[in-house]
């Protein structure tokens, strides 16, 4: 269950998260004098471009810029695995850009309301299916940037993808797994933090 619960919310926390990457605001006042605040996707275009070298949907804002760092990571992190991803993320950044276009602020808003539900389930998948906290609570940079990519892996490995890499991967985490355990039952904390019933 937790690893459907991964494999579901961990990439729509992604997706949405280019659309509300940006601290910055775009605001715009609607006819009833009142503010809407647009974010990420809704950002300007950083880079003036011509023309002939927009792509359509795809903006150089900061929505776009994350989607195009996270790619570049991943394909110097696999190549074949992160040349297969990338053209997903371009995908869904290019429609969250298409959703902030036609529906603005709208958008927005079921956008956070799914990345704050895939964060719940996250936090619920963890604590009652594995016992222990995110690993948001222990690295921040692995929560963030990793962890997209390990549920990739874990959908390629599914499909037979690189088996002798999957199986070096499985047998290093029965050895983490384990060595958690026995830490746990040492001391009764779980990620630095004691474990209350």
Not at 57 to 76: E, F, K, M, R, V
Not at 82 to 110: D, E, K, R, V
Not at 140 to 150: G, I, K, M, Y
Request: with cysteine.
């Amino acid at each position: 269950v937790n690893i459907a619960i991964h494999v579901t919310c961990v990439p729509l926390i992604l997706i949405t998260s280019f659309l509300l990457v940006s601290l910055l605001r775009q605001v715009s006042f609607n006819r009833r004098g009142t503010e809407n605040c647009y974010q990420g996707t809704n950002t300007p275009s950083l880079l003036p471009l011509p023309g002939w070298l927009t792509i359509p949907n795809l903006p150089p804002n900061l929505g776009t810029i994350a989607a195009i760092s996270y790619a570049a990571l991943y394909l110097l992190m696999e190549p074949v695995a992160g040349g297969l991803l990338a053209p997903l993320l371009l995908g869904a950044t290019a429609y969250m850009n298409h959703l902030t276009s036609i529906y603005g602020s709208t958008a927005n808003h079921w956008a956070l309301g799914v990345f704050i539900s895939s964060w719940i389930a996250q936090f619920v998948g963890h604590g009652v299916f594995e016992g222990r906290a995110p690993a948001l609570l222990d690295n921040l940079v692995q929560a963030l940037f990793l962890a997209p990519f390990f549920v990739w892996m874990e959908v390629l490995f599914f499909f037979g993808y690189r088996p002798e890499l999957k199986g070096r991967l499985d047998k290093a985490v029965q050895q983490e797994v384990a060595r958690y355990k026995g830490t746990k039952g040492q001391n009764g904390k779980a990620n630095g933090h004691a474990k209350t019933s």
